[in-house]
């Protein structure tokens, strides 16, 4: 890979690289590490990049795998065991909200943010894909190697979720509001 490739790819997606591992991993720190590992990763294997998806999509798989590895080792670390991180099923936690949400987001979007944080982590992968990201549904499918059907079905699921979550947090605040 020559240095031109390499610059170009990192001017034109390291900011939505970023953006979709802060939102997954909360703290901007470990974001910006686990994205310099993306771009290592890239140096490694672009040139076993066949060129089936686009730039931005093979960027985002290595992203999604990159998140992945570290919730795997988060997982063992906190477990102590040799079990492995279930992505199907394990839900993503994080303790600490990015200081960008805490000074950007709204009310609103705090509260969908909070109750992503209860979605599944594949609920979770595909909303930031979707919504936070605008990729399409096959580019989400792409990066998760996934149908279209999986990616429709998952979002649809968690839109659901997120509703019934953000309803729920509304009128607990109504209910505070009323007393």
Request: proline share 1%.
């Amino acid at each position: 890979m020559n240095d031109s490739v390499f610059h170009r790819l990192y001017d034109s997606y390291h900011q939505d690289v970023f953006q979709f591992l802060i939102y997954l991993v909360k703290n901007r720190t470990l974001a910006e590490d686990l994205s310099h590992e993306v771009y290592v990763r890239v140096l490694r294997s672009y040139e076993q990049f066949a060129g089936n998806s686009s730039e931005k999509t093979w960027l985002f798989a290595i992203a999604k795998n990159v998140a992945i590895d570290h919730f795997r080792k988060q997982a063992v670390r906190k477990k102590h065991s040799l079990d492995f991180f279930d992505w199907e099923t394990e839900q993503l936690h994080s303790t600490t909200p990015s200081p960008e949400d805490m000074l950007q987001a709204s009310d609103e979007l705090m509260q969908i943010e909070s109750a992503l944080e209860n979605c599944t982590g594949d609920q979770k992968m595909v909303i930031i894909m979707r919504f936070f990201q605008d990729l399409s549904i096959a580019e989400t499918a792409q990066i998760l190697d996934w149908t279209e059907a999986k990616v429709k079905t998952t979002q649809h699921r968690a839109i659901k979720f997120l509703g019934n979550s953000y309803n729920r947090l509304g009128n607990r605040r109504r209910k505070g509001n009323d007393s």
